[in-house]
């Protein structure tokens, strides 16, 4: 009896143990399937400094910058982030002679540069940390 309980214990150890290995596999998997290869060579872009899986909504880890980025929950937006903390129109960021200016629509909430809620259109540096509602972004300007 003794003997059939062990051989049972020993299967199902097994079992546990294969399962295990395969749900590490798979993590590993989705984690390198969510990787998405970007080509921001020589561009600007917003790059996010919040962890992905602590928003409760959707959002990209980069959004490249062109000439002229709105920036809120609508979809008429450039970048849709459908954060309850952010207007349906937030911001606006414009490129002009080679510098990004960041201007905010009056928004609910307020668009903070470096922690400083701006009030006015302000021009971005290269390494400006700028937070709309949850989200809080780094922006990286390569030209």
Do not use: W
């Amino acid at each position: 009896m003794f003997n059939i309980i062990s051989i049972i214990f020993k299967y199902v150890f097994i079992i546990i143990f294969y399962l295990f290995i395969l749900s590490v596999i798979r993590l590993i998997y989705l984690d390198i399937r969510g990787i998405h290869p970007t080509s921001l060579d020589n561009t600007s872009y917003f790059k996010l400094i919040n962890r992905k899986d602590s928003l409760p909504f959707k959002v990209k880890e980069y959004y490249p910058l062109d000439d002229e980025i709105l920036l809120g929950r609508d979809n008429n937006n450039q970048i849709v982030i459908k954060d309850p903390y952010i207007s349906k129109r937030h911001l606006k960021i414009v490129k002009d002679e080679g510098d990004y200016y960041l201007e905010d629509f009056n928004s609910a909430n307020g668009t903070y540069l470096n922690g400083d809620k701006i009030m006015d259109v302000v021009r971005l540096e290269n390494g400006d940390r700028i937070r709309v509602g949850q989200v809080e972004f780094l922006f990286v300007n390569k030209e």
